[in-house]
């Protein structure tokens, strides 16, 4: 008889133990979206340019699994594109990036707010009284997404990635600009010998004002300024990086004509291979650490 009870009591603790080791799963599932178990640790970085209309809209995905998002195009396009390219049970953007709050940048990421768990948010910090972004800053607010607002010389760190902001120059927090596009910001980031630059939509005033102020502009990959729109990819700005590779992220058949005939005729002229989504759609990217190649 007391054998029996001792048994009994053996397989209700290990009934409970199992019920404990499941819940954690669970939680972990639900409330976390993330299990570690389904994560392998990578030995390349990816850095995929989604083919989202007219607008940006790149994620990286780091070695360790970590989502970053710089900007989320004009519309519901980022929520399909992000869903073909992430494992059905990610759920999680570790870092968004909104350069500036222009639509074609933004209006994707109030959908992926309302979706995925997004850790942190950067911005530029600019007052901007336009019902869009107000509607974005609500949302954000919603969700309770931590904000950094940054500038140059602030820096994130990604097991071995490293992500660089090198404009603005001043803390923009609060303060009111004429142009937008003026005040993206522009990110480098590293992994091992390569780099990736993105300029949001920055004109060719700003592009010379990086070059003037000496800092390390030479990377791999550009995403073109401003959709490869005449006001951005100056050739001395180029010059100065001397990419490999050039990403033009830009709708079929837009009404801006973008990318101007100039900006590819820039390109072309530091040999630069240019990569268009409006032409070849999503556009896919790894790094080793030592070369960057463009998966097919
Ligand atoms: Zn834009």
């Known amino acids: 008889m007391l054998k029996k009870i001792a048994n009994k009591k053996i397989v209700t603790t290990a009934i409970v133990f199992l019920l404990i080791f499941l819940g ?4 972990d599932l639900i409330m976390e979206r993330r299990l570690p178990c389904l994560y392998q640790q990578k030995d390349y970085l990816e850095v995929i340019y989604l ?18 998002l710089i900007d989320g195009g004009p519309d519901l396009s980022l929520v399909y594109e992000l869903g073909k390219v992430l ?32 850790d942190k948010i950067l911005l530029n910090g600019i007052d901007d009284q336009t019902a869009d972004y107000i509607y974005f800053l609500s949302i954000v607010n919603e969700y309770a997404v931590p904000i950094d607002v940054v500038h140059i010389g602030d820096e994130y760190f990604f097991e071995d990635l490293r992500l660089v902001i090198l404009y603005p120059f001043e803390d923009l927090l609060g303060k009111k600009v004429d142009d937008s596009n003026s005040s993206s910001l522009a990110i480098r980031i590293d992994y091992g010998q390569t780099s990736f630059l993105f300029t949001g939509d920055l004109p060719t005033s700003r592009e010379l004002e990086l070059v003037a102020k000496n800092i390390d502009l030479k990377v791999n990959v ?67 650490g030592e070369k960057v190649l463009l998966l097919e």
């Open 87 to 118: 494992p059905f049970y990610e759920r999680r953007i570790d870092l968004m990036i909104l350069t500036h709050p222009d639509q074609d940048h933004m209006y994707g990421l109030v959908e992926v707010l309302k979706r995925y768990q997004v």
């Open 222 to 288: 550009l995403k073109a300024g401003h959709h490869g729109s005449k006001t951005s990819s100056n050739l001395e700005f180029l010059q100065t990086i001397m990419p490999e590779y050039v990403i033009i992220s830009s709708g079929k058949k837009n009404r801006f004509g973008h990318p101007h005939f100039r900006v590819l005729k820039n390109i072309s002229k530091v040999g630069a291979q240019i990569l268009r989504t409006d032409k070849i759609g999503t556009i896919k990217l790894i790094s080793d």
């Open 51 to 68: 083919d989202i209309g007219q607008g940006d809209a790149t994620l990286i995905r780091t070695t360790g699994s970590k989502n970053i």
């Open 24 to 27: 954690n799963i669970f939680f």
